[in-house]
């Protein structure tokens, strides 16, 4: 063994596609090339001015030393009253664990329950980090997969035929990240009557796009009675508040998770930044209406995303009611090329529409989804009309 071998744990494990496609553009811009960046999933608004104004002022209180492990106890109630204003879901403080964003609060649920071999089924297209922390906990990735055919959204009968006596877990996003589509309550309710059957079951609901809705009301799995008590909702104030950076997110779930997570986030990072949590009781309870205005703005985006998509030959498109995110079928340009550059799939396409149009795109193929590429318009509309003008250019030289 040599002393630069990496543990086989990491050796498994795929580079998030959605990270490495936003540092290949940044290398290219440094390289002095005009790049338009459509890879990553976040808003382009600022953070409310309230939030941060809560933030200074906790700063000027002196929340400056260790939190509680599992976040502050106003903060944890704050989610508790979110939950019930919003989804009419029951929590208390005690059921609630904050943690460094939503992905260390899916790898806290995960670590705490899967044990080798175990099972966890997650519908495709799922988010690229869930098959890779489904693999650190030493679980097997289950996939379920739905073509935009089924607008990317597996049926109860689908979910029923992947279930085995190793099934430990079931985890899916809703609004999803990455084809913006919603399940309804229908959609809900004929997944839980499959649940129900099946007890050992933990249901794991990403609901961090909750806010991002374009139709209506947010449904939450959990709210179904039967199957509630196995519900683990995961959330967080990102996306609905312009807060990526402050890296605040939660899990809310049976009283017996909430202590595992506990455990097991004390002996790793230990609770997250005071004042960020600070800042994030003033989200969750403050003026609602700054999410009503960035909602209002990610709909107009996504209907001109839509409608410029729909006008390039061979591209096959939703029209998703959620989050920020497009997820078109590209393989009509499979075989194609440019004269220099062959299309065999959207890898190809991808890299190729990075290098010749300049456009950065994320392939479908790191979401389960191949044949398809995921388009992110959380920026401009000018940006957007300017990307996919060169995206129509480039596809156009492909015959």
Known sequence: MKVDQVSKRLQALAVSETLAMAQKSRELRAQGIDIIDLSLGEPDFNTPDHIKAAAVEAIKQNFTHYPPVPGYLDLRQAVADKMKRDSGLDFT????????????????????????????IIPAPYWVSYPEIIKMAEGKVVVVSAGIDQNFKITGEQLEKAITPQTRAFLFSSPS?????????????????????????????????????????????????????????????????????????????????AKACQKLQGQYTSGASTIAQKASIAGLLGDQSVIGTMVSEFKSRRDLVVKRLSAIPGIRSNNPPGAFYVLPDVSAYYGKSDGKTLITNETDLVMYLLNEGHVSLVSGSAFGAPGCVRISYSTSQETINKAIDRIADALSRLK
């Open 93 to 120: 403080p005690d059921q609630v664990v904050v943690s460094n964003g939503a992905k260390q609060s899916i790898g806290n649920v995960l670590l705490s329950i899967v044990d080798p071999g175990d099972e966890v």
């Open 177 to 257: 990240n990455p084809t913006g589509e919603i399940y309804s309550y229908e959609e809900l309710a004929d997944l839980a009557r499959v649940f129900e059957k099946h007890p050992q079951i933990l249901i794991i609901s990403d609901e961090i796009y909750e806010y991002i809705n374009y139709d209506g009301k947010h449904q939450s799995i959990a709210q179904f009675e039967s199957i509630r008590d196995r519900v683990a909702i995961i959330n967080g104030v990102s996306k609905g508040y312009a807060m990526t950076g402050w890296r605040i997110g939660y899990m809310a779930g049976p009283l017996w998770l």
